[in-house]
């Protein structure tokens, strides 16, 4: 990611901080974290269910970290 920031002409730390922040929103899947792998193998909550909770929840972080990063950036250059 740095190295195509780089050769767009954009600040490749800047682009690499948000993509570390953005890749670290894995609510969807069970095995995406280890708190999400623990509940899953209880038994108690479901793979369709994780995967529309996790949805929802990675559009809002997705909104939110573009929201965040356009304004960042803005601020920053």
């Known amino acids: 990611v740095m190295a195509w920031a780089k050769m767009n002409d954009l600040d490749g730390l800047h682009v690499g901080l948000m993509t570390c922040v953005v890749t670290s929103f894995g609510f969807s899947f069970p ?15 479901d793979f369709k269910s994780m995967l529309k909770v996790g949805a929802i929840l990675n559009i809002l972080a997705i909104l939110v970290m573009a929201t965040v990063g356009y304004y960042w950036t803005q601020f920053i250059m």
């Open 31 to 45: 095995m995406s974290t280890p708190p999400n792998a623990l509940v899953f193998a209880t038994g108690y909550v």
